[in-house]
């Protein structure tokens, strides 16, 4: 099992930057994908970003430009650096890890953080 922690969500105004984090504990090992997913209310969640374990990232198109994600394998933590937040922006953030073990993959997320953006 995998354990995940996420943190720095809140509220900003628009144009305002935010960074989430996200520690990774328990059954680390062979994680090969972290990011992170948004769900506002009465939409489906949908990716905002992930990177690979070797550093490959892939980003939704509303975010580009905007947001970086990065991860430090050392502490096991995926980061979101999110600027130029607009109201759209406004959602429940969570955490993704996937793992490979003996040819089997295994997904877990975290319990979510807010990120509301004012107008």
């Known amino acids: 099992q995998v354990q995940l922690v996420e943190s720095g969500g809140g509220l900003v105004q628009a144009g305002g930057s935010l960074r989430l984090s996200c520690a990774a504990s328990?059954?680390?090992?062979?994680?090969?994908?972290m990011g992170w997913y948004r769900q506002a209310p009465g939409k489906q969640r949908e990716l905002v970003a992930n990177i690979g374990s070797g550093g490959r990232t892939n980003y939704a198109d509303s975010v580009k430009g905007r947001f970086t994600i990065s991860r430090d394998n050392a502490k096991n933590t995926v980061y979101l650096q999110m600027t130029s937040l607009e109201p759209e922006d406004t959602a429940t953030y969570y955490c993704?890890?996937?793992?490979?073990?003996?040819?089997?993959?295994?997904?877990?997320w975290g319990q979510g953080t807010q990120v509301t953006v004012s107008s």
């Open positions: 328990g059954s680390i090992f062979s994680i090969i994908v």
């Open positions: 993704k890890v996937v793992r490979l073990w003996r040819g089997e993959t295994s997904t877990y």
